[in-house]
């Protein structure tokens, strides 16, 4: 079978001879000035390429875009490990307890001896307490009538001149409760003053506040010393204090320090002032002492 034979390179395929074809002057011009051009810039490309200033500027750069992408990685490191180690334990802060605040009692001048009435046997008994006696008027110890007169007791060293210790009570409203009985065979050995909830309940004599107590039985409290040091005041059944009122301040007759209430086992409602009085030997064992009856102090009258 026959094959088909190759051109010869020299040939064109209708039998004319290649090598002999002359070119158009005019393309074979163009032709040498487009080589003549490109070899310029090939030649520039070479140089650039070969010059080792750009090599140089070519590696810092290079370096300097690693070191920034190094210190990038070691923040970013940095922050991961910080963020995994102290970030998931959250920081309680230590709560301070408020400091306490005891309130601090102005000391309030001595009473001049003067200032004491002295019990003398040629007094006579009259009504310690005068009607005339306001809630208003009962916080000042210059609202006190100067006309009243001390009733004297045989059976007491203590300041005998004492305003009713509530507001607006008169003497001819006061009972006798002294020997009264009360539960687990006790005597009463005080006096009850009915009022409503809330009425002032005033000093029957001056004195220093030496126990403001919350009991069991008595429910709100105040105990006072006499300016004789050996006179104890007790009030019970309080309300409230009045404003002002703490240990160790020094209280004139007639200044308000509490209000009528029914605390402690006074029984629901049943508003009224438990008031005793007793003397002590010994002033800092206030709660032991020998029981007085306020009733013929308060009234002037003796017990029939």
């Not at 334990?89 to 309130?103: F, R, Y």
């Not at 005068?130 to 045989?154: C, D, E, F, R």
């Amino acid at each position: 079978m026959d094959s088909e034979r190759p051109t010869p390179p020299h040939e064109a395929d209708d039998g004319t001879d290649v090598t002999h074809v002359r070119l158009d002057p005019r393309f074979d011009e163009a032709t040498r000035a487009g080589a003549r051009a490109v070899v310029p810039l090939a030649e520039n490309v070479r140089v650039a390429q070969a010059s080792p200033a750009a090599r140089h500027v070519a590696r810092l750069r290079a370096i300097i875009i690693i070191l920034f992408l190094c210190v990038v990685a070691l923040v970013a490191a940095l922050v991961w490990t910080l963020n995994s180690r102290y970030g998931t334990t959250p920081v309680t802060p230590i709560t301070q307890p408020p400091p306490t605040i005891e309130p601090t009692a102005t000391p309030s001048p001595t009473p001049s001896p003067s200032a004491s009435p002295s019990v003398s046997p040629s007094v006579s008994s009259s009504v310690a307490a005068s009607p005339s006696a306001s809630p208003n008027a009962s916080s000042s110890p210059s609202a006190t009538p100067a006309t009243q007169s001390p009733a004297q007791s045989p059976q007491s060293n203590a300041n005998t001149n004492l305003l009713i210790p509530v507001a607006g009570v008169h003497a001819d409203q006061l009972r006798d409760t002294y020997d009264d009985a009360r539960s687990e065979g006790r005597v009463h050995n005080a006096i009850d003053i009915m009022a409503a909830k809330d009425t002032p309940v005033l000093a029957a004599a001056d004195g220093t506040i030496i126990r403001l107590f919350q009991s069991e039985k008595g429910g709100t409290t105040i105990y006072v010393r006499g300016t004789d040091d050996h006179t104890i005041y007790y009030y019970a059944h309080l309300d409230r204090y009045a404003e002002g009122i703490v240990e160790n301040k020094f209280i004139r007759r007639g200044e308000t320090i509490a209000y009528v209430g029914d605390t402690g086992n006074a029984g629901a409602g049943n508003y009224h002032l438990h008031f005793a009085i007793w003397t002590v030997d010994d002033p800092k064992r206030f709660w032991n002492g020998t029981d007085i009856n306020p009733y013929p102090l308060l009234t002037g009258k003796s017990r029939g």
